[in-house]
């Protein structure tokens, strides 16, 4: 993604590519030249900036590479006028219109590679004339040590090290270039490139005392490898060519997709959206978080029905772990599944919603399917049976449908009553894996029981949902409601994606589909679009539940979340209708594009799991669905 900023142009600068490990900590590089959401030093729930920077002299001016100035009372530094931003997976380039310097930051993603995707560790190259320092301070009070071209600023919480082959490292005996400790009077790390350069540093770092929000100690995974930042480092400096080359071929793997720029873009953020809200601990235990750290919890199992599409081949042992936690939480007594770790995986926060059992079951197939692992099933296969049996209890009208009365699901401010569409697909999808699964475990019963509700289930959808051109909202005997959910046929794509094929008649769900383009597509309005969208957000939209006479209910209903508008766009692409599918995924990620938001999509919290959905195009792309 390419991005030019001036101060004109602000609102691009609200997010941007997060740069670092899987579960080490990072920061978040912005268009606006600064260091946001700092995790290296275990500040996973405050997130604060980085107060890093770069100090540059041309042509006898001084200049802070970001678009602010610095003011202080001892003095100032301007920054730069235009700022010209390309964000990548795990790379970010920066240059300045009218100086002769580039910043490019990267760090490593290797698919199937969870120690090398989990490095504590950022590489930046620098390449220009004049003179440039680069300042990084720590987070805690730090001795400062200078060994072997490396600058080590260590606490006893751990370590910050940064090294250069050929910078000269600063220390406070030094003259002082570009006047930097009036800046920074604390003791930082910095490193000057004078004259004519191309050269790059590294920043390695150790903070293995990472606590959950009850603070117990969870620890990094980069923990059971090295015991300081000077043993990572050591590390990428043996094996740095393989570790880069290893993460461009995963880079070509996307741009070189054959879609248009703005799919491989949307899934590029994605990407990177993953690596920075996700939890890897020192025993391994995985969770990514709903949103931004503060939304919810981790591992949210209606999310990650959508989210962990993103990463379940990419990282299989990352969802193995994830699923199998989940799977150890599940009520003994009614086999509900849970919702989600609060900041913790010492316990869970509920078991009510009526949709987990059944997303859940598709997880575990979806995985056991392109992992072809049985050990893997059969250890599954107990919790399966009793998510699936637990449902059942769940009909109180006799039709085979779980019915529901509140907000017990997904969409969980929204009231509905009855026979939902929503839940009966997932149900139905569920029953067809049921059976699926049945089989492989040989257990006869348990097919015999789902095959034969599988029909019954089916027809009782079409017969109390089906209005002629969609399937309505939810219908109790008594009352119904019209409106036209945009995920309403969701167990629909997720069975056809596993090999299950369709659940319902195709010219149904395509109609579905198509008054979905007709009644959920909107022009933004943020004149009530509030709790998703920000206030320079404009465009289209396709919003969760439409309705005739554009009626509004509730926020989730007359909002769109970009992690179903990005599922309908995949259940457009598979159903044949892949026109209107980009143009969906284009309008979505331009929307978030324009409004400086690529990078952050907004549902319960910031930077939300849910829109890693799109991931699902790159298998569709490459063949491996």
């Not at 202080?72 to 920054?79: H, L, R």
């Not at 320092?133 to 060994?147: G, N, Y």
């Not at 009966?424 to 034969?452: N, P, Q």
């Not at 598979?574 to 690529?598: F, S, T």
């Amino acid at each position: 993604m390419k991005l030019s900023v001036d101060q004109t142009k602000r609102c691009l600068t609200y997010s941007g590519v997060y740069l670092g490990g899987i579960g080490a900590g990072g920061f978040e590089l912005r268009p606006d030249g600064r260091f946001y959401d700092c995790r290296i030093f275990n500040e996973w729930r405050t997130s604060p900036p980085l107060d890093a920077h770069f100090l540059y002299e041309y042509k006898n001016k001084y200049y802070i590479l970001q678009l602010d100035p610095i003011v202080k009372s001892s003095i100032s530094c301007n920054g730069v006028q235009k700022i010209n931003y390309e964000g990548n997976i795990a790379k970010v380039n920066l240059s300045f219109d009218g100086l002769p310097i580039n910043i490019e930051f990267s760090s490593f993603f290797i698919p199937g590679d969870i120690k090398n995707s989990s490095l504590p560790v950022i590489l930046c190259k620098v390449k220009g004339k004049g003179r440039l320092i680069f300042v990084m301070p720590s987070h805690f009070p730090s001795i400062l040590k200078v060994e072997k071209q490396r600058v080590i600023l260590k606490s006893k919480e751990g370590e910050l090290c940064i090294y250069t082959k050929t910078g000269k490292i600063l220390t406070y005996s030094d003259k002082d270039p570009l006047l930097y400790r009036r800046i920074f009077p604390k003791k930082v790390a910095a490193i000057l490139f004078d004259g004519v350069f191309n050269e790059e540093f590294i920043i390695s770092w150790y903070f293995p005392n990472m606590r959950d929000f009850e603070d117990n100690f969870i620890g990094h995974y980069y923990a059971n490898f090295f015991k300081s930042s000077q043993e990572v480092l050591n590390y990428v400096l043996r094996n740095k060519n393989f570790l880069q080359r290893k993460t461009e071929e995963f880079r070509k793997k996307i741009n070189n997709l054959n879609y248009p720029q703005y799919l491989k873009d949307a899934i590029s953020s994605q990407l990177s959206v993953f690596v920075k809200e996700s939890w890897l601990t020192k025993d391994g235990k995985f969770g990514v978080w709903e949103g931004s750290c503060c939304c919810c919890g981790l591992q949210t199992t209606d999310v990650a029905y959508y989210g962990s599409w993103l990463y379940f081949t990419l990282f299989p042992e990352l969802e193995r772990a994830g699923i199998k936690l989940t799977a150890k939480f599940q009520n003994k007594k009614d086999g509900w599944i849970p919702h989600f770790f609060p900041g913790t995986f010492k316990y869970v926060d509920e078991y009510r919603r009526k949709d987990m059992n059944m997303q859940f079951v598709l997880m575990v197939y979806r995985d056991y399917l392109f992992w072809k692992d049985v050990n893997f099933l059969k250890e599954m296969y107990p919790v399966v049976k009793k998510a699936i049996m637990g449902v059942y209890a769940w009909d109180t009208d006799n039709d085979r449908i779980p019915d529901i009365e509140g907000p017990d699901q997904t969409f969980d401010q929204w009231n509905w009553r009855g026979c939902t569409i929503y839940l009966a697909t997932l149900w139905l999808a569920a029953l067809k894996v049921g059976s699926a699964i049945g089989k492989i475990m040989k257990d006869d019963d348990f097919v015999k029981r789902c095959e034969s509700d599988i029909p019954i289930v089916k027809d009782n959808i079409i017969k109390r949902l089906w209005n002629g051109k969609y399937f309505i909202l939810w219908n109790n005997g008594k009352d119904k409601d019209e409106g036209c959910l945009i995920d309403g046929l969701t167990g629909d794509w997720f069975c056809y994606l596993i090999g299950l094929g369709h659940i319902l008649p195709e010219d149904m769900i395509k109609s579905h589909l198509k008054m979905c383009l007709k009644y959920n597509k909107k022009k933004v309005d943020i004149s009530y679009m509030k709790a998703y969208a920000i206030p320079e957000e404009k465009g289209v939209c396709y919003i969760n539940g439409g309705y005739k006479d554009n009626r509004k209910y509730c926020l989730q209903q007359y909002e769109p979340w970009t992690g179903l508008e990005y599922t309908f766009a995949i259940h457009l692409y598979i159903m044949g209708m892949k026109k209107e599918a980009m143009q969906v995924v284009r309008d979505v990620h331009i929307r978030k594009l324009n409004c400086g938001m690529a990078w952050n999509h907004i549902e319960c919290g910031g930077h939300y799991y849910r829109a890693m959905v799109i991931g699902i195009f790159f298998y569709l792309k490459r063949g491996e669905i």
